[in-house]
Structure formats: C-alpha cells, structure tokens
C-alpha cells in the first residue's frame, strides 16, 4: 500500500490530479470512479486544470458514480446526480453524457437497477481508477460496517452516525434519507486501481484502522488491503493517528 501524506489540500489536489491525468494519458477513454463527499473536491478542481495545461482531452472519459441515495430526485440539489454534475462533472470538464450515477427509486427496485450498473460498468471494460473517500466509521461509498468484501451494487440502509455526518447538507438529520444504492465493497475492489483521499482530523481514527488494524467487515475501508494497487492521499491531520 502507497501511502502519502502531503502538506495541504493544494499538494493533495496536485498529487491526486497527476494521478488522473496520466491515467487519461495511458488510456484516453479510460473509466474514471467519481466518489462524492468534500474530500474529492480538490481532486476535481486541479484535475481539470492540469489536463486543460497539458492539453490533455477529457473529451472520451467515462465515469461511473459510487452511490446515490434512495429517495431524492435527481434534480435534488442534495441528490448525488447533483452533486456529481456541480462538484466533479462540471469543475473537470467531463461529458455529462458519459457519466453514470446509480440509482433506484425504491430499496426494492435496487435489486435490478443495482444489477443493471453492474453490467454498464462491465460494459465499459470495468473502472480504470477509482476514486474514493472514507467515512467517520470507516465506511467506502455507502459500505457501512457489516458490508462483506463480496457485496455487490444493491440498497443498504445508512447508520445514524453516517445520516450524521451528512446531515449538514439537509437541514436535520431526520432528513437525511434512511437507505441508499451503492456499489459493494466487491465493485470496487475489481478497479483496477484506487486512489484514497482523506482530509482533517475527524477521519484519522478511521484512517489508521483500516491501513493498520485488522482486515474486517466492522471496517469496511480495511477490505482496501486486499488492493494491489491502491494509494492513500492524507493531509497531516487524517494521517496523524497512524
Ligand atoms: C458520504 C459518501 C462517501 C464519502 C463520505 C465522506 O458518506 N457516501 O462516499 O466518502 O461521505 O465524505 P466527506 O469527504 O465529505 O467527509
């Protein structure tokens, strides 16, 4: 496992976006995992601007989002598609048309539109990088504790400390809806790569347990182990508890 602590989001965003680009550079179609959440936010931002400086084309990129929540439209400001289109799609300079986010309307009707983004992602030849952030509990996407490292895309139920966390973008918890689609822990391990970024000090604990402690489902970020390829990038406060 690669891990790097860098000095601040500026050499974060840097280090993530040289990344990116030279995986669009080796494969110009290449299939980009877009996570959600403020840590991929510099990310995103310093992508763009170093394809646009080297001019390096975006232009045939795909992506395939981790999760959605079940409940919101996807004209919801706070829905996932929103989040996507706002915070990565549309700050890289990528073509809407060739990103995907999952969604169901309902946890039943997860079971097919779950089984249906499998087959897209297979598809496009399966993702290239994968993009990822960790939760407080350290959970990947919307894997809380308990996912097993075989799951597959389907509806899970969120923690009240993951309805918590997110809170802050609704305006109570109680609204934060109950249950979500989310490619499993098993989805992301077949990337072909992964790119871990976690920021501040609320994600050290779970930061140090999954590179350090014990590989299990009570921590579904300690699964990434099993990755042959997977880089960590901390700023100094997620990593000061390893
Ligand atoms: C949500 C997302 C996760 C993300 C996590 C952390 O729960 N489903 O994919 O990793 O938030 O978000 P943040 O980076 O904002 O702390």
């Keep these: 496992m690669d ?5 601040d989001l500026e050499a ?12 669009v550079e080796r494969k110009p179609d290449a299939v980009i995992g877009l996570a959600t959440g403020s840590s991929p936010v510099v990310a995103y931002r310093e992508w763009g601007g170093l394809a646009r400086r080297r001019e390096i084309s975006l232009d045939r990129v795909r992506g395939f989002a981790l999760d959605e929540y079940i409940g919101l439209d996807p004209e919801d400001p706070r829905s996932y598609h929103a989040v996507i289109r706002d915070d990565a799609v549309n700050v890289v300079g990528l073509d809407p048309e060739r990103v995907r986010v999952p969604f169901a309307r309902t946890v039943a009707e997860a079971a097919e539109t779950g089984a249906e983004y499998e087959r897209a992602i297979a598809a496009a030849g399966g993702i290239d990088l994968q993009i990822l952030g960790i939760g407080r509990n350290g959970h990947l996407a919307f894997n809380e504790p308990g996912s097993a490292v075989d799951s597959r895309t389907r509806a899970v139920e969120l923690t009240p400390e993951t309805r918590e ?10 609204q ?20 871990m970024i976690a920021t501040g000090a609320a994600k050290a604990a779970a930061v140090a347990a999954a590179i350090e402690g014990p590989e299990t489902e009570a921590l579904p970020a300690s699964f990434l182990r099993r990755h042959a390829d997977v880089i960590w990038l901390l700023d100094e406060a997620a990593a000061s508890r390893l």
């Design 3 to 7: 891990v790097r602590v860098l000095a």
């Design 12 to 23: 974060l965003g840097n280090a993530a976006a040289e990344h990116l680009v030279a995986q």
């Design 165 to 174: 966390d997110n809170a802050r973008f609704f305006e109570s918890a109680d």
């Design 176 to 195: 934060v809806p109950t249950h979500a689609i989310t490619q499993g822990i098993g989805t992301i391990l077949e990337a072909r790569a992964l790119l």
